[in-house]
T-cell receptor
Framework: GQNIDQPTEMTATEGAIVQINCTYQ??????LFWYQQHAGEAPTFLSY??LDGLEEKGRFSSFLSRSKGYSYLLLKELQMKDSASYLC??????????WGAGTKLIIKP | GAVVSQHPSRVICKSGTSVKIECRSL??????MFWYRQFPKQSLMLMAT?????????EQGVEKDKFLINHASLTLSTLTVTSAHPEDSSFYIC????????????????FGPGTRLTVL
C-alpha cells in the first residue's frame, strides 16, 4: 500500500529553526509537495521537489532524497504565524496526490 | 498565482436535505478538479476527481449517488451532498492543478478556501 509518515506534532521556539520530516512509500514518484494549513483554512502551497536536493524559498527550505524516500521541510527564524499544520504529499505514478496526516507545529514565545 | 473560489464557505442544514458546493477557477481553466473531505485533526481525503465534460472518478468507499459531481465548464465544478446526515459534517475542499496562461499543469494544486458543512 501507499504510505506517508510525518510526526503528529512538534513544538519549537520563536526565532529558532525546526525540521519536519516526511518519509514515503508510494507506487511511483512524480514529485513531493509541502503545504501549510492553518486551522479551519484550506492548505496553501509551500514547495515542490521532484529532483534530489534542497530547494530554498525565503525562510522555508525543502529537501528530497528519492533513494531514501525522504523529505524534510526546514523553517528558519520561526514566527508565531508559522503555527500551523504542515502537510507532506507525494504524487504517485498515476499523478494522484497521496497525503500525509500532517504535522501540527506549535510555536512558543 | 491561480485562484480557486468556493461557495458557500459555511453551511448548516437539516438532516435529509441536499447541499450544493461550488468550486470555481477564477483566472485559469481547469479541466480537472479534485474534491477532498477533511475531518477534524485528520488529513485530506480525496473523494473524487472531477473531469470537465465527462463523469467524475470516485475513490473507493465514496458513494457516487450520494456525492454528485458535475463539471459543466472549464471553470466550475459542483459537489452536491444528497440526503445529508450528521456524519457528513466535515470540511470540504476543492483544488485544481493550476498555472498561468489559462491551461492546467500538474506542478501545483491550488485549493479553494473550503466549505464547512454542519448537518444537524
Amino acid at each position: 500500500g501507499q504510505n506517508i509518515d510525518q510526526p503528529t506534532e512538534m513544538t519549537a521556539t520563536e526565532g529558532a529553526i525546526v525540521q519536519i520530516n516526511c518519509t514515503y512509500q508510494t507506487s511511483g514518484f512524480n514529485g513531493l509537495f509541502w503545504y501549510q494549513q492553518h486551522a479551519g483554512e484550506a492548505p496553501t502551497f509551500l514547495s515542490y521537489n521532484v529532483l534530489d536536493g534542497l530547494e530554498e524559498k525565503g525562510r522555508f527550505s525543502s529537501f528530497l532524497s528519492r533513494s531514501k524516500g525522504y523529505s524534510y521541510l526546514l523553517l528558519k527564524e520561526l514566527q508565531m504565524k508559522d503555527s500551523a499544520s504542515y502537510l507532506c504529499a507525494v504524487r504517485d505514478s498515476n499523478y494522484q496526490l497521496i497525503w500525509g496526516a500532517g504535522t501540527k507545529l506549535i510555536i512558543k514565545p | 498565482g491561480a485562484v480557486v473560489s468556493q461557495h458557500p464557505s459555511r453551511v448548516i442544514c437539516k438532516s435529509g436535505t441536499s447541499v450544493k458546493i461550488e468550486c470555481r477557477s477564477l483566472d485559469f481553466q481547469a479541466t480537472t478538479m479534485f474534491w477532498y473531505r477533511q475531518f477534524p485533526k485528520q488529513s485530506l481525503m480525496l473523494m473524487a476527481t472531477s473531469n470537465e465534460g465527462s463523469k467524475a472518478t470516485y475513490e473507493q468507499g465514496v458513494e457516487k449517488d450520494k456525492f454528485l459531481i458535475n463539471h459543466a465548464s472549464l471553470t466550475l465544478s459542483t459537489l452536491t451532498v444528497t440526503s445529508a446526515h450528521p456524519e457528513d459534517s466535515s470540511f470540504y475542499i476543492c483544488s485544481a492543478p493550476g498555472t498561468s496562461g489559462g491551461y492546467s499543469s500538474y506542478n501545483e494544486q491550488f485549493f479553494g478556501p473550503g466549505t464547512r458543512l454542519t448537518v444537524l
